[in-house]
């Protein structure tokens, strides 16, 4: 790191580059704040997104040979695109109890796991909110709105209060078998199907771009950079924030070089973390001193605790009568969205799907039934916070950096089950009352002998999900208007170190059923505009 870069006197630091990374780094720019975002992977640059072909090899050799990604191909999305998004698990441990998983998808590179997310974009309404946040959709519109810009976000306006609409470029088209189904569902039980509303972008960089539009690199990272006040280092990981035992306020964090391992100070008035919900409430458990014995946060024993993922499982069907195209995508703005209809339950928590028909792309040689128009809905369950389920310290586990790890634990509740067998079944109905035949996802593809028993596991840990598996976790360090019973205050910034600020899903109160990164970048925004706002009038 350079000596110019050590002694430059930064207002905020950000740690992280990812989804909301990038949204910190552009609202703090933008209102004149000289930041610098700390990234813990390096910057591919180019070889982002590598080749199918290429990324083909390397997934296969990880399986076969290097074996250290083995949690990180769990997850369907590493298949799809370059293994190098993807941490390497013997560099980045974690642990869980015995028999009880927790599988921890991460990215480790500038614009982290925004490369590899979906781009599926659904604000959190009222119903949501309501399950203990200390603010309501009000609060959050006009930051939905100007994320839902910067991101391009495409969708229709349906007037529904359980899905609020937005700042949408024009909706895509459904497909003739989604508009069949459509109709189908609204005729038999009342129920809307809509398009999706999303991001228009594959995960590669179209002609003409660096990046896929999914990621911050293209959209806030670049905007952020065009206001001269960000600097943006990779390859430092930040193993802690440092403290004024005399102020008690945060006046930076110390890093790790990657490549070199030496450690460095970096120093701002202002700490925005936004490295993922998880890796947050790490950094603040190890940011130990006399003024925290236990870390940043966690005077009231609330850091950690109640982190909460969807419960998730898939339907597989076909649709007889309808004939397969090739001509629609699956992406954040092309599918299908079925949303919240039980307002009124009372036994059952929210739930929501998000799916298509003739939008996977399997090569049709390896499809069973090609010319059959094929279809899946994934079912999305809404996760409430339990005390059971939280992260820790592992005393005897340390990073490739000499960190220490987490440990993880998380199992379904009871009531989880239940949510995850009510959704299931209800989406199974659905499609049968369509005329869909309801099948696996053996039974859609010819699976390739050396590819059978990873196609047989995805189909077992699809049908129902992992904990961890849907890359969704949020919570950990709460929020509210309470002191006492929460990490954070209603605008993200730590009760006990109000200059330190959590931009990430990690102040999730519930989890909703929806995609949660566009609430995160909404949260991200409105939290680093009022911290900004409150340094310059000198209150933090």
């Known amino acids: 790191m350079s000596k110019n870069l050590l002694n430059t006197k930064f207002d905020a630091i950000v740690v992280g580059s990812g989804a909301t990374g990038g949204i910190a780094a552009l609202g703090l720019t933008q209102k004149g ?11 591919l640059k180019k070889k982002t997104y590598g080749s199918p072909f290429t990324n083909t090899l390397r997934q296969l050799k990880q399986h076969w040979f290097s074996k250290n990604q083995k949690t990180q191909e769990v997850h369907t999305g590493y298949w799809e695109t370059n293994p190098k998004l993807f941490v390497n698990d013997n560099e980045n441990p974690y642990s869980t109890p015995e028999n009880k998983p927790f599988y921890w998808i991460r990215g480790r590179q500038v614009g982290g796991r925004s490369h590899t997310w979906g781009g599926v974009c659904l604000r959190f309404s009222d119903y949501e909110f309501k399950m203990g946040w200390p603010i309501s959709h009000r609060d959050m519109d006009s930051f939905y709105s100007r994320v839902e810009q910067t991101l391009n976000v495409h969708g229709s306006r349906e007037n529904l209060s359980q ?15 989604e508009i069949f189904l459509k109709k189908e569902i609204k005729e038999k039980f009342n129920r809307d199907l809509i398009i999706s509303r999303g991001i228009r972008a594959h995960r590669y960089a179209e002609k003409g771009e ?41 006046i930076g964090v110390e890093c790790i070089e990657t490549q070199t391992g030496s450690k460095k100070e970096i120093y701002a008035p202002l700490v925005v973390l936004c490295a993922s ?47 397969e195209t090739s001509k629609f995508h699956l992406l954040g703005s092309d599918g299908l969205v079925i949303p919240r209809y039980n307002l009124d339950d009372t036994v059952h928590r929210g739930f929501g799907f998000w799916g298509g028909v003739s939008r996977m792309k399997f090569p049709p040689f390896l499809r069973k039934k090609p010319g059959t128009a094929l279809g899946f809905v994934c079912c999305m369950g809404e996760a409430l ?59 859609v593809i010819r699976t390739p002998p050396f590819m059978k028993k990873i196609i047989n596991t995805l189909d077992a840990r699809w049908k129902f999900s992992s904990p961890g598996l849907f890359v969704h976790e949020v919570g950990g360090a709460q929020m509210g208007s309470d ?11 730590v009760w006990d170190c109000p200059n ?26 409105r939290a680093s505009e009022h911290a900004a706002d409150e340094l310059r009038a000198g209150r933090l």
Request: charged share 20%; glycine share 6%.
């Open 33 to 43: 704040l000289k930041t610098i975002v700390l990234e813990a992977g390096p910057d």
């Open 163 to 177: 899905l609020p609409d937005g700042a949408f470029n024009e909706a895509t088209p459904l497909t003739p078998g």
């Open 210 to 250: 660096s990046h896929s539009r999914l990621s911050s690199n293209q959209t806030s990272l670049k905007e952020a950079s065009k206001t001269s006040h960000l600097t943006l280092k990779s390859g430092v990981v930040v193993s802690r924030i440092l403290i004024d035992e005399k102020t008690k306020k945060a």
């Open 277 to 323: 919900s998880i890796e947050s409430v790490r950094i603040l458990m190890n940011s130990k001193s006399e003024t925290f014995p236990n870390g940043i946060g966690a005077s009231t024993g609330m850091l950690g605790k109640a982190i909460m993922d969807h419960i998730v499982n898939t339907v597989f069907f076909y649709l007889p009568k309808h004939k």
């Open 385 to 443: 916070p339990s005390h059971k389920n939280f992260v820790e310290i592992d005393p005897k586990l340390k990073d490739k950096w000499g960190i220490p790890a987490v440990n993880i634990h998380y199992e379904w509740t009871p009531e989880d089950l239940k949510l995850s067998e009510k959704m299931r079944n209800d989406a199974i109905e659905m499609v049968k009352s369509a005329g869909a035949v309801h099948i696996g996802l053996n039974d």
């Open 483 to 493: 002191p006492k019973t929460s990490v954070t205050n209603p605008y993200s910034q």
């Open 500 to 525: 330190v600020v959590i931009g990430d899903g990690a102040t999730f109160v519930s989890s909703g059923w929806q995609n949660p990164t566009l609430t995160e970048m909404a949260l991200c925004l």
